[in-house]
């Protein structure tokens, strides 16, 4: 640790790099200088804090020397809660030891960082052209940084769509890396007609389908002869090409429908007189019945009234009699 205190003590010029690009880390940097309470001490933490930026920048050149915001965004995070808990808890007698250790802590930090980055961040592309921005770890400014195609090719691949004639197909040829393409490229589509595969294809039998800013295209009411090779292209405003990818879209057509004849039902047999629209006998015995009953209640109604004028004739027979009777009583009487 001797050896380690000297060397850190030796006067470097400074350089920043990789978290120096963030303000937050330079003045808390700025910050724990000024804390010492002497000068001397003041000029040992500046040459720790100007040596420890040479190694960071050493670490990042080994690295591509690059890294993107959000990664530099996590190790900034990182490093700067590991220093604030080192402020609440350093020994003013052995700043100089301590400051020494947190600048070590902050390499390794960035260390891990950028080897995930360098791993699974920087080029994502595997397949295709990947142009992007990112920062330079040396001076803090971007750049742009290109990740050939690890096939030499844009080219991406075919992939076989099968569907049904009257029916869609979805073509999509969208990347997560597309995302990270500098500019506002766009999606190319064209096709060339024919059932796919069978013959070779040159850029003359492609015809242009449509430009959009969306990575797919749905082909609705499906014909037999709009199947063929659909191919997808990101390219930018000067025609550059950085992904291409291609659709063997094979339409099935629908199965031939068999007209079945009209089955003609056989005439009636001559003299027969059925008819589904003529009265049957069970039918007609329904009004028999109606008509029977209407005829019987109009024969009592009939009666009835018959014996009602029956019955009043007698009653106006018999009072001039009864009245007579009377009339002879009362005489007698007398």
Known sequence: MLLVLVSLLCCVPAAKACLQCDLRVRLLHEDLVLSAPTVDNQIELKKICDHAYVTYRETSQIRKGVIDPTTLYRATTEYQSEFERFLKTKDTGSVTFEAIQIMEKGRKILEKHLDTFIRDGLCPNKCGRLKRRVMDCISCHYKIYICPSPSGQQDCGEYPVQAEEGGQAVLNCFLPWHRLLLGRPEYHYSWAPGVPGTEKLTESNFKALVVTDDSSVVLNQLHVDEQGTYRCSLQDENGTVFYRVTFLLAVTPLPVQIHRPVITL???????????????????????????????????????????????QRRAVNKPRRKRKEENHTQNTV
């Not at 008509?291 to 029956?310: E, H, K, N, P, R």
């Open 266 to 312: 056989p005439s009636l047999p001559h003299g027969d007189n059925y008819s589904p629209f003529l009265p049957t006998e069970e039918g007609l015995l329904m009004p028999v019945i109606a008509m029977f009953t209407a005829l019987s209640l109009a024969a009592c109604v009939g009666i009835t009234v018959v014996l009602g004028f029956i019955i009043n």
